[in-house]
């Protein structure tokens, strides 16, 4: 007899459990979500670290441009620790030769932004992320060829600045569409650094007893020569306790930025309150007195865009005090 041969059967492997595959995939998810964090963590580190190399780069930038503006500038004064106004020769921006006025501010908390405007013009953010910054003013003294010392700076006590004091009857009333104002800039000593204002005097009458608000402000100019809307400081003022007739009144000012010379700037008298018709500013008519300066009507609240010149010679009458600072003795 012939033996039936055996037959081959494949081997038999295990098969997994539910239980098995089901810890599979938790493991696998574990590890999964740890790749994830990683990649996300290297992700967020690289963005984070070119974040800060682009604002690093951004501030550089920034930097550069205010230090070639101040070695060029003509003058510079600081209003608090957080701007400073430059002076530089024109750039092509005026059709005249006038300097161009540059303004840098810190803007906004820690961080901080870095602001730059030209002649007024809505400011520019130069860079961002800027966590402390600080502008302070540093008075050195040097020696000149030779040997020979540097002057130094001299303040001057207060003194008359500018003036146009004859006295008169006429006067402009000052409503809340109707502001007035004056414009002036002091002939100074030629080797004045800087002048300051600490105090105005104004020919007024009361046009009627009134405890509403009316303000006495100082504002830069703009190119053309009427008043900006920045301003240098108010003072807020009431009618309501004056005596009748023509008389001076006073306002004093402190710590008001310093200012170059050859600067215009504006006295500007007016009042929000609607009707309200408290004060008079005395105006000379027809006389040449006062030069350079101009004498500016409102139609809009005291507006930069809306000043209209008075009739040619018309000046307020007023007076303007402070001191001014020269580089060594005034010439």
Same mark, same amino acid.
């Given at each position: 007899?012939?033996?039936?041969?055996?037959?081959?059967?494949?081997?038999?492997?295990?098969?997994?459990?539910?239980?098995?595959?089901?810890?599979?995939?938790?493991?696998?998810?574990?590890?999964?979500?740890?790749?994830?964090?990683?990649?996300?963590?290297?992700?967020?580190?690289?963005?984070?670290?070119?974040?800060?190399?682009?604002?690093?780069?951004?501030?550089?930038?920034?930097?550069?441009?205010?230090?070639?503006?101040?070695?060029? +500038?003509?003058?510079?004064?600081?209003?608090?620790?957080?701007?400073?106004?430059?002076?530089?020769?024109?750039?092509?921006?005026?059709?005249?030769?006038?300097?161009?006025?540059?303004? =840098?501010?810190?803007?906004? +908390?820690?961080?901080?932004?870095?602001?730059?405007?030209?002649?007024?013009?809505?400011?520019?953010?130069?860079?961002?992320?800027?966590?402390?910054?600080?502008?302070?003013?540093?008075?050195?003294?040097?020696?000149?060829?030779?040997?020979?010392?540097?002057?130094?700076?001299?303040?001057?006590?207060?003194?008359?600045?500018?003036?146009?004091?004859?006295?008169?009857?006429? &006067?402009?009333?000052?409503?809340?569409?109707? /502001?007035?104002?004056?414009?002036?800039?002091?002939?100074?000593?030629?080797?004045?650094?800087?002048?300051?204002?600490?105090?105005?005097?104004?020919?007024?009458?009361?046009?009627?007893?009134?405890?509403?608000?009316?303000?006495?402000?100082?504002? =830069?100019?703009?190119?053309?020569?009427?008043?900006?809307?920045?301003?240098?400081?108010?003072?807020?003022?009431?009618?309501?306790?004056?005596?009748?007739? /023509?008389? /001076?009144?006073?306002?004093?000012?402190?710590?008001?930025?310093?200012?170059?010379?050859?600067?215009?700037?504006?006295?500007?008298?007016?009042?929000?309150?609607? &009707?309200?018709? &408290?004060?008079?500013?005395?105006?000379?008519?027809?006389?040449?007195?006062?030069?350079?300066?101009?004498?500016?009507?409102?139609?809009?609240?005291?507006?930069?865009?809306? /000043?209209? &010149?008075?009739?040619?010679?018309?000046?307020?009458?007023?007076?303007? =005090?402070?001191?001014?600072?020269?580089?060594?003795?005034?010439?």
């Amino acid at each position: 007899m012939t033996a039936a041969p055996a037959q081959l059967r494949p081997p038999r492997h295990r098969a997994f459990t539910l239980v098995e595959m089901m810890m599979s995939l938790m493991v696998f998810s574990v590890l999964m979500g740890a790749l994830m964090g990683m990649m996300i963590l290297t992700t967020g580190d690289i963005t984070s670290q070119r974040s800060r190399a682009e604002r690093e780069l951004q501030l550089d930038v920034a930097l550069a441009e205010l230090r070639q503006d101040i070695e060029v +500038a003509l003058d510079l004064r600081f209003n608090g620790s957080d701007t400073i106004t430059l002076s530089v020769p024109n750039r092509g921006v005026h059709a005249d030769d006038a300097p161009e006025q540059i303004e =840098y501010s810190i803007v906004g +908390a820690n961080p901080s932004s870095l602001t730059r405007s030209i002649n007024g013009a809505t400011p520019e953010t130069i860079a961002t992320g800027v966590q402390d910054f600080g502008l302070t003013a540093a008075v050195s003294s040097f020696t000149g060829s030779g040997g020979a010392a540097v002057p130094e700076p001299v303040t001057s006590p207060e003194v008359l600045l500018v003036a146009n004091d004859i006295e008169s009857n006429n &006067g402009n009333t000052v409503d809340d569409k109707i /502001w007035t104002a004056q414009t002036f800039e002091p002939t100074l000593p030629s080797n004045t650094l800087s002048w300051t204002i600490t105090r105005v005097e104004c020919f007024m009458v009361l046009a009627r007893a009134r405890a509403e608000p009316h303000y006495l402000q100082l504002r =830069y100019t703009e190119p053309n020569g009427t008043p900006s809307e920045a301003s240098l400081g108010s003072v807020t003022f009431t009618t309501d306790l004056w005596t009748t007739g /023509w008389a /001076w009144r006073e306002f004093a000012f402190s710590g008001l930025p310093d200012l170059s010379n050859g600067e215009r700037i504006a006295i500007v008298v007016g009042t929000d309150e609607k &009707g309200i018709s &408290g004060v008079k500013l005395g105006i000379m008519k027809d006389t040449d007195s006062l030069t350079p300066g101009a004498h500016q009507v409102s139609s809009n609240s005291g507006k930069k865009d809306t /000043w209209t &010149g008075a009739a040619d010679g018309d000046d307020a009458i007023f007076r303007v =005090y402070g001191t001014y600072t020269t580089l060594g003795p005034p010439e």
